[in-house]
């Protein structure tokens, strides 16, 4: 059984620091394209970065280029999204997602695990 298991989110001031953790299980990464979505209060959900295991290639929107890193560690088949200077409208639930196919106007989501919540308070 496919399944994404997201963890890390937590509350933390503007300016902060925290590292989301997207563990896999049921399928390897290698072959896959991990995804990051988050869905604001009252905003519809939107993807922020995905990463292509295969060549560890990247993408980031431009919202939050610059301050978030996606990486991948096959060997724990687990994705990270480390997010750095955390503003108040990164707030929101944080979605990993798997599929083979990622690209900027469609991001991976054959698989989603569950939500993890982020709160930055200002």
């Known amino acids: 059984e496919v399944q994404l298991q997201a963890s890390g989110g937590g509350l933390v001031q503007a300016g902060g620091s925290l590292r989301l953790s997207c563990a896999a299980s049921g399928f390897t990464l290698d072959g896959y394209s991990i995804g990051w979505f988050r869905q604001a209060p009252k905003r519809e959900r939107e993807g922020i970065s995905y990463i292509i295991s295969r060549d560890a290639s990247t993408y980031y929107e431009d919202s939050v280029k610059g301050r978030f890193t996606i990486s991948s560690d096959n060997a724990k088949n687990t994705v990270y999204l480390q997010m750095n200077s955390l503003k108040p409208e990164d707030t929101g639930v944080y979605y990993c997602?798997?599929?083979?196919?990622?690209?900027?106007?469609?991001?991976?989501?054959?698989?989603w695990g569950q939500g993890t919540q982020v709160t930055v308070s200002s």
């Open positions: 997602t798997a599929g083979r196919y990622a690209s900027p106007a469609y991001y991976p989501q054959d698989f």
